[in-house]
């Protein structure tokens, strides 16, 4: 079967600058940049109020006869959250790793910062400052805190692991973060709570010039307190200036703290819009139905009749 490996320009098919537009207003603020104590490599600048920091322009991907992305087009502005919702199926991890690098998109073009970048790899996308965090896989349990968010990217002094350094940078992550609730980061994450891990596995991610902080059901198995202390760490990125996707099936999760909703429906994005367009039961219509929503109607909906 034909592919075209990412990063192929499909023409000029631009959708309104619907999404642009809404990001000018929460974005402003950031042209100031915040050059706070020891995070300030997280917090980003970004290039124009109008650009998100990613635009995903018709990407498709299949796995053999089965389609999972049909021409997705999908806006990430800096210092917003964008929800990305959608049924069992939907795609939603299937995009997620494509951004990732973990797959590589069969048609389709990335723009990063308005400029044309290709992402083949998971390399690729750590360069940019792309940093996904899975629910289960984001860290090795028998390690303690301060390896698992320097592991593969260990600091050494003469030729040595130099533990304080380590150690002195991610306290001063967590601390900047407000992760207060570790006993001690000398401790194996296997011992940590459920919220702690998630909490650490988001530390880990903006420790590396971040950019953007993809999560995939941050708050699936977590309690209520536990998911408040990971939406609280989501609004903290979000504050910082980075752009943040969450995929979640809790609308609860998705209203308190997207500033912006994409909704997939069979590989298809039915909706994309600021959150204070859509309410509940909007969102479950365009999850379930795959009716258009809001930004697809007016011009992207050559996905809904294109190739299946
Ligand atoms: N590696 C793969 N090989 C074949 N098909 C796949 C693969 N990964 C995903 N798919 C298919 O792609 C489609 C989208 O899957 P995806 O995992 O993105 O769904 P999702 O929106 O994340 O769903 P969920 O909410 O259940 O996690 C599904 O039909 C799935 O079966
Ligand atoms: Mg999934």
């Known amino acids: ?5 990412g990063g192929r320009l499909h023409g000029s098919r631009h959708q309104l600058d619907h999404n642009g537009a809404a990001a000018s207003g929460a974005a402003a603020p950031r042209l100031i940049p915040r050059y706070s104590e020891r995070v300030a490599q997280v917090i980003t600048e970004s290039p124009s109020p109008a650009e998100p920091l990613l635009r995903l322009r018709g990407i498709e991907k299949h796995f053999g006869p089965v389609q999972a992305l049909y021409n997705v087009d999908l806006d990430l502005p800096s210092g917003q959250v964008t929800a990305l919702c959608g049924d069992n199926g939907a795609g939603k991890s299937v995009l997620t790793k494509c951004i990732a690098g973990i797959y590589q998109v069969d048609h389709g073009q990335f723009f ?10 998971p390399r690729d996308s750590a360069k940019l400052g792309i940093e996904t965090v899975y629910q289960d896989l984001a860290l090795a349990d028998n390690l303690d805190i301060v390896q698992n968010m320097f592991l593969g990217r260990e600091r050494l002094r003469n030729g040595l692991l130099n533990e304080d350094d380590m150690e002195r940078a991610a306290s001063q992550t967590l601390a900047n973060l407000r992760v207060t609730t570790v006993r001690s ?12 891990r998630q909490s650490v596995a988001v530390a880990k991610a903006v420790m590396w010039n971040s950019k953007l902080v993809m999560l995939d059901e941050p708050t699936a198995a977590l309690g209520v307190v536990q ?11 979000r504050d910082r200036g980075l752009a943040v996707m969450v995929i979640s099936h809790n ?8 500033d912006r909703i994409a909704i997939l429906h069979l590989g298809r994005k039915v909706a994309e819009d600021r959150a204070s367009t859509f309410d509940r039961q909007s969102v479950v219509e365009y999850m379930t139905t795959g009716a258009h929503g809001p930004a697809v109607q007016a011009g992207n909906d050559k996905g809904q009749h294109g190739t299946s």
Do not use: K, Y
């Not at 990063?112 to 992402?119: L, N, R």
């Open 251 to 258: 609308l609860n999760d998705v209203f308190e703290v997207a």
């Open 185 to 196: 980061i000398r401790q194996p994450v296997a011992s940590l709570s459920g919220g702690q």
């Open 112 to 121: 990063w910062e308005g400029q044309p970048v290709t992402i083949h790899s």
């Open 227 to 237: 998911t408040q202390m990971v939406l609280d760490l989501v609004r903290r990125l």
């Open 1 to 5: 079967m034909h592919r075209c490996w």
